[in-house]
């Protein structure tokens, strides 16, 4: 056991009852335990002391033997706790951190630098940490908010100098007791300081102890940094390049996909492998991007993409909408609504980037839309599947579905699926489709409109499961929280519509399988204190982490658009702000959408340099793939012998969304859909070449009607469009419709 050096003030000279000092402390001592071991605390007043913060102590009490590191931290967030408690108004709370903020050391000017800012704070919050030669950590901190100084002044007090198992035991939930700045719209924010800077302490604790023992955390997950000068990337696919004697500055060329050839004078540890992703997605052949908008204006083509595309088809078709407005790339349920409005505005045929249950929906959405002369055409001559959607066409979905028959049901359906299964399953179960965006809404509402309903989800069985445990999490908030999701619920109606939300057990997309045990310790030991998003498709495990992160104003989960618009949220406030940030995101969805963020960051930091904005801001998205997913460019992909020379000179690697599916499969790899990449350039630029199709040449590629019927006897195009309808009332009025709710009620305890 150690002994410490203490002034008679300190509180680690308190006699603590029933401790066994003796007993080695364990690394997940927590504060929880210390509630059942510490229990003595009363309101005393408070000892001023210049090199402590003032804490209540027993000047009656004195110990024989010092505490251990251990219980000593663990007393001091007792003591915290027990303070800050004994405070009942609010104001007297922020009066207190206040106080604490003029006894936190000073920090050294020198060290208030991007890199020991902390995400995620309000206020400008800088750390620096350091492991002693003693074994032991040591902190100091700064902020240009008095308030956040008194937070960093109780953290400091409690872990300066504490052991590295001790600093990384503490858990945020440790510091909700303390109940501090419960004042206004600034109490979530200020809550908030605490997790994350807390984090950002464990995060630098890791990395040190990891740098003492020899064992590194691991090589950093692939990532792009940009800023207003341009883009790099960094991570082992490119930073290997250290490794090769071409570490000086060289020139070098290299023969490009487009055709062009390019010269430059950069260091190749850093800069190489950016070359390609920015003649893909940032800097697209100007020939190419011509020759689409010539073909797509001559014949009156629009375009509805997902955001899902290879980088860089996206890069030309965002060239293109400079000259052709006809253009979109979004989410699945976007584009059929866009592609309305291309044919309102004139255009004759619509091409669509995306999975085959995408060409379906625009073709029944035109054609509800009274647009049946407007043709559809997909990008392949071959089926273009998609994991999720097959699932739902399986006899074991209809089986899971017949369960609902006998109880008064409705079955809310992820837009990502066939027409045919929607309408298979709108004839068996009330069906209304929803998105990874509306999903939580559309079933808080239903609960609220019909009693009794069941809700039978499918069927992505991760999204399934994560609208279960973020019910189950609901369950334990306070009516007002829960009014803030839905005004209509509170405690009572969520724990009671929990036993009556069910989902399939056996459906999931491909790509965001990947997100699971592997990817989420990797991102707790590197990334525990970046900004995390995370799909609503993605295992629990990740949907976990990022909903934590969430709560403390560190992350996102929902759809792809839910995603693009946090980044963009977060770069806007790191302008307005004016300060020097390196804002770091985890993408937790299909590498694809690196694209459309890339895209819309430059935007916003090209119009905050022009606009005389001083600060330096950087923003760095990170794909969370393994090592074995970063797939070398195929050279079958480029005639070119200087690409082939190049690539094998350099050893270069490409990630994300490499081009046509190379290096990804079935099994699993990289999270890129091999099935959007069937989606490529060459296709689209053949399809509208070949328009109007007077000879019949590309009946293969057309988004034919569905002529089928359903088991009973109606048209499947018919019967699939309603449950799509019923939910663009639902997005339109707040409410599921009256025909809907008729359905559900009339159905049960009938044959159907």
Known sequence: ???????????????????????????????????????????????????????????????????????????KLQSIVAEFQSLSEPIDRVKRLLHYATLLASFDER??????????????????????????????????????????????????????????????????????????????????????????????TKVLVAERDGKPLGDPFPSLVVTADGIRAQGSYAEAQGEMELRKKKWFCVWLRSGILMYGYIEVSKLLAVV???????????????????????????????????????????????????????????????????????????????VDF?????????????????????????????????????????????????????????????????????????????????????????????????????????????????????????NEEIAEIHPKHDRDTIRSLLSRLHYYQDGACMVHDLFGHEVVKKIQEVYSDAYLTAHLEVPGEMFSLAMEAKRRGMGVVGSTQNILDFIKQRVQEAMDKNHDENLQFVLGTESGLVTSIVAAVRGLLGSFKSSSGTAKISIEIVFPVSSDSMSRTSQETSK??????????????????????????????CASCPYMKMNSLSSLLRVCHHLPDDNNVMSAYKAERFKLQTPLGKPVAEVGCEPILHMRHFQATGELPEKLVSQVLNTFGSER
């Open 1 to 75: 056991m150690e002994s410490a050096n203490l002034s008679s003030s300190s509180p680690a000279l308190i006699k603590l009852p029933n401790l066994n000092i003796n007993k080695k402390p364990s690394p997940f001592f927590t504060f929880k335990k210390a509630q059942q071991r510490i229990s003595f605390f009363k309101p005393l007043k408070c000892l001023q002391n210049p090199n402590h913060l003032p804490l209540r102590s027993s000047p009656t009490q004195l110990p024989t033997t010092p505490l251990n590191t251990s219980e000593l931290s663990v007393f």
């Open 111 to 204: 060290k208030k630098v991007s890199s020991n800012r902390v995400m995620g704070c309000t206020a400008q919050v800088w750390i620096d940490v350091r492991l002693d030669e003693y074994g032991k950590m040591r902190f100091t901190a700064d902020s240009d908010s008095e308030i956040t100084r008194g937070f960093c002044s109780c953290l400091v007090w409690i872990l300066d100098g504490a052991l590295p198992e001790e600093v990384l035991s503490l858990r945020t939930e440790d510091f909700c007791d303390m109940n501090v700045g419960l004042l206004g719209s600034k109490a979530s924010s200020r809550v908030n300081t605490w997790h994350n800077v807390l984090i950002s302490m464990q995060k630098r």
């Open 276 to 354: 390609y992703l920015q003649a893909k997605f940032l800097f697209p052949d100007d020939l190419k991007v011509q020759e689409l908008v010539n073909v797509l204006k001559e014949k009156k083509i629009g375009i509805a993409a997902h955001f899902y595309m290879d980088p860089e088809v996206q890069g030309i078709l965002t060239a293109a909408q400079k000259q052709w407005p006809h253009i979109h790339i979004s989410d699945s349920l976007v584009m059929a609504d866009r592609a309305v409005k291309m044919a309102e505005a004139g255009c004759e045929f619509i091409t669509v980037l995306g």
């Open 358 to 478: 995408m060409s379906e929906n625009v073709r029944a959405i035109l054609d509800q839309a009274g647009f049946e002369k407007v043709g559809v055409y997909r990008m392949s001559n071959e089926r273009i599947g998609c994991s999720l959607a097959d699932a739902a066409d399986t006899p074991s979905y209809t089986s899971y579905l017949e369960a609902a028959l006998n109880l008064p049901s409705l079955h809310v359906i992820y837009i990502n699926t066939s027409l045919e299964t929607k309408a298979r399953a709108h004839e068996l179960v009330p069906t209304i489709t929803c998105t990874s965006s509306n999903v939580v809404q559309t079933i808080l509402q239903a609960f609220t409109q019909i009693e009794d309903l069941n809700i039978w989800y499918g069927p992505d069985s991760y999204m399934g499961a994560n609208i279960a445990e973020l019910f189950q999490q609901m369950a334990s908030m306070t």
């Open 640 to 669: 070119s012998p200087h690409l082939v020379e190049a690539q094998d000179f350099f050893g270069l690697s490409v990630i994300p969304g490499v081009a046509t599916g190379e290096g990804c499969s079935i099994h699993g790899g």
